[in-house]
Nanobody, 127 residues
Framework: QVTLVESGGGSGQAGGSLKLSCAAS????????WGWFRQVPGKEREGVAR????????FYADSVKGRFTISLDKAENTLFLEMNSLKPDDTGMYYC????????????????????WGQGAQVTVSS
């Protein structure tokens, strides 16, 4: 079992920055891939970014590439998402995720590939 607790987020202006953190506890040694997903009402949860816990290779959704950075502090079991040049379309509930397996190649992956979820953190970007 892995428990994920997000913090950070909140409200920001377009063009601004916000940062999300995710503290992981439990049996994290068998988690090979970590990620961030976001969801808006009425839409499916979509992958934003993911990172391998062994190689630290990353992959981003096209919508956030060049603006968001995912990072992992293995010593502290903490995942981060730094969000810059925010847009109103970045508004949503952001979820920290521990994947079922190793990171999917060449993509962020779908919510079906996630085993554990955090409770979510709201990000609201105003224009």
């Amino acid at each position: 079992q892995v428990t994920l607790v997000e913090s950070g987020g909140g409200s920001g202006q377009a063009g601004g920055s916000l940062k999300l953190s995710c503290a992981a506890s439990g049996y994290t040694v068998n988690v090979y891939c970590w990620g961030w997903f976001r969801q808006v009402p009425g839409k499916e949860r979509e992958g934003v970014a993911r990172i391998s816990s062994s190689t630290f290779t990353t992959f981003y959704a096209d919508s956030v590439k060049g603006r968001f950075t995912i990072s992992l502090d293995k010593a502290e079991n903490t995942l981060f998402l730094e969000m810059n040049s925010l847009k109103p379309d970045d508004t949503g509930m952001y979820y920290c995720a521990a994947y079922k397996d190793t990171c999917p190649s060449g993509r962020v992956g779908s919510h079906r590939e996630v085993r554990f979820w955090g409770q979510g953190a709201q990000v609201t970007v105003s224009s």
